[in-house]
């Protein structure tokens, strides 16, 4: 049954401080609180933990909440783990955030179905991003960003044994859009590493990638502008 779910009618928010030292529980298939709480269209329903969020069953954002081009926004302190499939339609977007506190201990973990959206935007960000062989990322014409809240931190494509945060050309693979994967952000200091050749091997897909600090890669083929 749901549990602990006070918070989030009104402002369709759960909030960290919304039923303090409790477990939460919502379902996703059209038959509890968030179909009954009048989120509009075109809403964004945010979720968020001290601790670990999990999402175990499919969660289509528009059966569960009867409207249409939702966004939902799930961050938690430590880990946001998928094992199910997440579907938003029309512009909805899908923002999975762990290690909130930037403390660099949480990490996004697609363990199977994975995220879909109807050209929606979709950001994974955390200490690390983990997308296993059965999970799919599809965001339609949308762009897919993957970014890291600690501005220090460092990515990397395929370095996961340099460092920590390593996105490899396997997990590309499973990562689908027509418009453009992004690493990094405007507010990133850290390097984006590059450093082995064919490290990406995604040639009909578009890369862009942003930070304050460095961009390093011996790739061929691939050119570099500091701006």
């Not at 989120?39 to 969660?59: E, R, W």
């Not at 569960?64 to 512009?91: H, K």
């Amino acid at each position: 049954p749901e549990a602990n779910t006070s918070g989030f009618t009104g402002d369709f928010n759960e909030a960290f401080n919304d039923n303090p030292g409790a477990t939460s529980v919502f379902h996703t298939n059209g038959t509890g609180i968030l179909a009954t709480s009048g989120v509009p269209n075109g809403a964004t329903i945010t979720f968020q933990a001290t601790s670990t969020i999990q999402v175990l069953n499919d969660f289509n954002v528009h059966t569960a909440t009867n409207a249409l081009g939702v966004t939902l926004a799930l961050t938690a302190n430590v880990d946001v783990v998928v094992s199910a499939t997440i579907a938003t339609d029309g512009a909805g977007a899908v923002v999975l955030a762990a290690d909130a506190n930037a403390d660099n201990v949480g990490v996004v973990n697609v363990t199977a179905g994975g995220v879909i959206t109807g050209n929606g935007p979709i950001t994974f960000s955390g200490a690390n991003v983990l997308i296993a062989p059965t999970a799919t990322v599809n965001a339609g014409s949308g762009n897919i960003t993957f970014v890291s809240p600690n501005p220090a931190s460092f990515i990397a494509v395929s370095e996961a044994t340099i460092i920590p945060y390593s996105v490899s050309n396997d997990e590309l693979d499973r990562v689908t859009t027509t418009g453009t994967i992004i690493f990094g952000s405007p507010q990133m200091l850290g390097d984006i590493n590059l450093i082995k050749d064919h490290v990406i091997d995604q040639p009909t897909k578009n890369f862009l990638f942003v930070t304050g600090g460095n961009i390093a890669t011996a790739m061929a083929g691939v050119d570099v502008q500091q701006i």
